[in-house]
């Protein structure tokens, strides 16, 4: 499974938009990048799935590059309730289905 | 979607006892995996849940320690075996309808060893 580097943490302001950036040197053909978000004392909660280019759907939007080698998470106008951990994940779901090795995530704070 | 079950939610247990923990989904689900969140880190993913065989165990972990179980596609067990105050973390289930479909998390099962 790729590795990834995302930054450990990021504040925010309430209505701004967020981007964190994930990066996947190692990423394999057969990858999808998955992130997800996890409040205090819950369960992750899955975000957004994308395999090229932009996939948006009512909560955010994903861009990755040709070359695969790095994503980017786009929250729009973030609220307080947005403030969570942010994981970025890939692997090859068609093979092995949804089981991912999650690195430390990054912190999002969202002030007011 | 689909909405998970697991019980207990927390539980404080004596060191050298096991405890299993179980996770009901209500649909058939075709995978089930079964993480550990130790306090302020991230997940490590323990093993997937295999129906009617022997679950896939990452490295580092093994079933004497993790047995688990899953005997249809909507239940699953995971036991903690001759606990020790290491073994203190909150224990996840995942599942997916397939395998390129979302997954999704149970809220947890709260384990301190003491």
């Known amino acids: 499974l790729a590795k990834t580097t995302q930054p450990i943490s990021m504040d925010s302001y309430e209505g701004q938009e967020v981007n964190i950036t994930c990066s996947h040197n190692?990423?394999?053909?057969?990858?999808?990048i998955t992130w997800y978000q996890q409040f205090p004392s819950q369960g992750p909660r899955f975000i957004i799935q994308g395999y090229k280019t932009k996939v948006t759907n009512e909560v955010a939007s994903l861009f990755i590059p040709a070359d695969r080698k790095s994503s980017t998470l786009s929250l729009p106008r973030v609220s307080l309730s947005d403030t969570a951990v942010y994981y970025c994940l890939v692997g090859d779901i068609k093979a092995y289905g949804q089981n991912f090795v999650f690195g430390p995530g990054t912190r999002l704070s969202v002030l007011p | 979607s689909a909405v998970i079950s697991q019980k207990p939610s927390r539980d404080i247990c004596q060191r050298g006892t096991s405890l299993t923990i179980q996770c009901q989904v209500d649909?058939?689900?075709?995978?089930m995996f079964w993480y550990r969140q130790q306090p302020g880190q991230s997940l490590t993913l323990i093993a997937t849940a295999n129906q009617g065989s022997e679950a896939t165990y990452e490295s580092g972990f093994v079933i004497d320690k993790f047995p688990i179980s899953r005997p249809n596609l909507t239940f699953s067990t995971l036991t903690v075996s001759n606990m020790s105050p290491e073994d203190s973390s909150i224990y996840l289930c995942?599942?997916?309808?397939?395998?390129?479909?979302?997954?999704?998390f149970g809220q947890g099962t709260r384990l301190t060893v003491v």
């Open positions: 649909s058939q689900v075709t995978m």
């Open positions: 995942s599942v997916g309808v397939s395998r390129d479909t979302e997954a999704f």
């Open positions: 190692n990423i394999a053909t057969n990858d999808y």
